[in-house]
């Protein structure tokens, strides 16, 4: 039987560099420790996550959140828990964390947090989260390289309640969970020796 694999996730506000440094990360894996490394994203390119990509702006923020546990409930079942047990590494841009925060920012606050952890409890604990941070001034940057604006994007309001809930203790959303924060804020070489650092400081690797 095959030793049960890692679940890494990569969380944070839109433009700290989750998706160049979950790349950045399987390479390294792989590479240098032989893992055989599964990288995926959420909302999936499945059909629930493309329709939460092509029209989640139509939707109440309680029926979005419902949507995206669904997708994660049915890529955790199909593709995240089937690799664990085949013991490869799986690495996820966003995962639990990102839809209870942006579900709180949508909502205005934390009153329905409870609920929204309810409606997440058949999710699988990550070995590792990293929430990484940036300042806006960099995040800016981000954007003017992007070609084409997210959804998101264009609501800076909720990007700024998104950016001010990834800044506080993140044990409230996800109690329990192993996580560490890194800053990307440096150069794309020190930002993936911080996320290598954390996952030494876990045990997850030598």
Partial sequence: MAVRGKFITFEGPDDVGKSTHTGLLAEVLHGRYGHEVLVLGLPSRGPVGIY????????????????FA???AIQTETVIEPALGAGKTVLCDRYLLSGLV????????LDHLRWL??????????????????????AASHRVDRRE?????????????????YLTDMAKFIP?????????????EQVAGSILGALQGHGLIP
């Fill in 70 to 72: 669904a997708d994660r």
């Fill in 117 to 138: 952890q309810d409606i997440e409890r058949r999710a699988t604990v990550p070995d590792l989260t990293l929430v990484m941070v940036n300042s806006e001034g960099t």
């Fill in 149 to 165: 604006p997210s959804q998101y994007d264009r609501d800076r309001a909720l990007q700024d309640r998104v950016r001010g809930l």
């Fill in 176 to 188: 329990g969970h192993p996580y560490s924060r890194v800053s990307s804020d440096g150069s794309i």
């Fill in 52 to 67: 939460i990509r092509s029209d989640m702006h139509l939707l109440s923020w309680p029926v979005a959140a419902l949507a």
């Fill in 102 to 109: 942006y579900s709180c920012a949508r909502a205005g606050s």
